[in-house]
């Protein structure tokens, strides 16, 4: 049974699909959910960039938090009471969603399918499938 659920989201349409799709399956087994957003930009990047600036750092952080704060909305206006957000850091958001579930025992992940598109999503592979392929746990895709 599913008792501790981890939500992948990263504000694609597919995303908000997985957030709908986790609050049901959280109200109806009393799971406890978690919402993730993996931060892809690292320090160590910042480091060796002049192109991200706070500006820009303050703007996508406060876009990923609006993401967390309007899912975490979504669980609690649908009754849960056990739910909670996390941000992740690391260039593999795959593994970092993995990491994050192995590392504090979730026992089930539930992704958006489509996340990327076009290029970047043929240079950098599918999440989803990765986390999939990849994961310790079952894994929901949702489309």
């Not at 910042?46 to 309007?70: C, R």
């Not at 795959?94 to 992940?109: C, S």
Request: proline content about 1%; aromatic content about 6%; overall charge negative.
């Amino acid at each position: 049974m599913n008792s501790n659920l981890l939500c992948a989201i990263d504000g694609s349409h597919s995303s908000d699909k997985a957030v709908d799709y986790a609050v049901d399956l959280a109200r109806k087994t009393g799971a406890h959910l978690t919402f993730i957003a993996v931060n892809h930009v690292t320090d160590e990047d910042l480091s060796h960039s002049y192109f991200w600036d706070s500006t820009m750092l303050d703007a996508a952080d406060a876009q990923m938090q609006g993401e967390l704060e309007s899912a975490f909305a979504r669980a609690k206006a649908a009754g849960l009471q056990d739910v909670a957000c996390a941000v992740e850091g690391g260039h593999n958001i795959a593994a970092a969603i993995i990491g994050f579930a192995e590392k504090n025992g979730y026992d089930h992940i539930i992704t958006g399918s489509v996340g990327r598109t076009g290029v970047s999503r043929m240079l950098l592979g599918s999440i989803a499938q990765d986390v999939i392929v990849k994961a310790h746990c079952p894994v929901t895709a949702v489309r």
